[in-house]
């Protein structure tokens, strides 16, 4: 089953420095039919004008990854990290026992970015932050750019039995991902038209997945597309 989720539908709000949309409840945007796709909790579609971001704030027990599609996001936490994370790449901050952190956008041009929350399979356990470049350019299908699962040997890890997966496709292009019986999956062209098992969604859609053992997944248009699998 494939659920789309037009952009147009989504939740959030036009704070100036900061453009928020919401794929689920998240802030003051509530939706009880939105809450969450299995452990996947929150994926923020935010656009952070130039020189403006997140000042320090607190998390405890979530898995929050930021996935940079255009520009730059600058962060610095509790724990002494510090990082510059560019398009394409990716940062994944463990909150576990509790971390403040801060996030930037020190650039000359406004940044925009995927924040993913993946609920933990164990809460209390230390924080940490890591980040890891993964060049748009080197992708031939689904890669994996962060994982909790334990078959995947892969540096950016979490603490939940989840995959976070990218592919770039150029029209005309497509690039198949299966998932484990009883798994769910959510994904999203940050760019472009794509064909999901002969659904049409396009960019910043969301499409919920439930029940389907193989994806699709065509680009009609030179597409970016980010998906994660969870349980």
Not at 34 to 55: E, Y
Not at 76 to 86: A, I, K, P, Q
Not at 138 to 144: A, H, K, L, S, Y
Not at 165 to 172: C, E, F, R, S
Request: net charge negative.
């Amino acid at each position: 089953m494939l659920q789309i989720r037009p952009f147009k539908s989504l939740g959030g709000a036009d704070h100036g420095w900061l453009n928020a949309h919401h794929h689920f409840s998240f802030a003051n945007y509530y939706d009880p039919a939105r809450m969450s796709w299995g452990q996947l909790r929150v994926w923020n579609d935010d656009v952070i004008q130039a020189g403006t971001g997140f000042p320090r704030h607190p998390h405890r027990d979530m898995e929050i990854i930021t996935y940079v599609r255009e520009g730059a996001i600058t962060h610095e936490d509790s724990l002494g990290n510090r990082g510059r994370t560019e398009a394409g790449d990716v940062q994944v901050m463990s909150a576990g026992t509790g971390v403040a952190h801060s996030e930037y956008n020190l650039e000359s041009k406004e940044t925009r970015i995927f924040q993913i929350w993946i609920m933990p399979d164990e809460v209390g356990a230390p924080p940490s932050w890591g980040a890891k470049p993964f060049p748009k350019g080197n992708r031939e299908g689904f890669v994996t750019l962060a994982s909790g699962k334990a078959d995947d040997d892969i540096e950016l890890r979490i603490r939940a039995n989840a995959r976070l997966v990218a592919a770039n496709l150029k029209a005309g292009e497509t690039a198949e991902y299966t998932l484990d019986e009883g798994r769910r999956a959510y994904l999203v062209p940050a760019t472009g038209i794509i064909e999901v098992n002969g659904l049409r969604a396009e960019a910043r859609d969301g499409v919920a997945v439930e029940d389907e053992r193989v994806l699709r997944v065509t680009a009609i248009e030179d597409s970016e597309i980010v998906l994660v699998d969870v349980a």
